[in-house]
């Protein structure tokens, strides 16, 4: 256990974290998602939410400010018709605490999702049961005046 990190940091996801470079990408993604299909690295926390998860990530990775949003969504399919999911604003919540207030959404198609997913860093697959509950997230660069904090 260290100090200063949130419980859900574990060593393998601190390293894989700590490995991936600006630009990489990682998915944080719910119970439903094929990780295993495509994921290059999947780490499983079945009993975490990706809300839990999201806010714990954000405490340790810069998102990307450059290059168009540093987080994407998978994008409402036309046949489900449920509207715009009540998770989504739990995201923008967490994003908005963890300093990234005005940050827009990037929606993906669902299997375009999946396809990019391909490429991603890793896969941190949650428990979490609400529909649309994933997103990825492209980590940044530490700036200077972080490093002095």
Not at 120 to 125: E, S, T
Not at 131 to 144: D, E, P, Q, T
Request: glycine share 8%; aromatic share 8%.
């Amino acid at each position: 256990m260290l100090l200063g990190l949130p419980h859900l940091l574990t060593g393998d996801l601190l390293k894989i974290l700590s490995d991936m470079g600006h630009g990489d990408e990682i998915v944080i993604a719910d119970a439903n998602f094929p990780a295993q299909r495509y994921g290059q690295r999947v780490l499983h926390f079945p009993a975490v939410s990706t809300v839990e998860m999201l806010r714990s990530v954000l405490k340790v990775v810069p998102l990307d400010h450059l290059g168009g949003s540093p987080v994407c969504l998978m994008e409402v399919a036309k046949e489900d018709d449920c509207g715009v999911p009540a998770i989504w604003s739990l995201f923008k919540r967490e994003l908005s605490v963890a300093g990234y207030v005005d940050t827009k959404f990037d929606l993906i198609e669902r299997l375009n999702f999946y396809e990019r997913s391909k490429t991603a860093f890793a896969v941190i697959q949650t428990g979490e049961m609400a529909l649309y509950g994933n997103l990825i997230l492209r980590k940044g660069v530490i700036k200077s005046k972080e490093i002095a904090k």
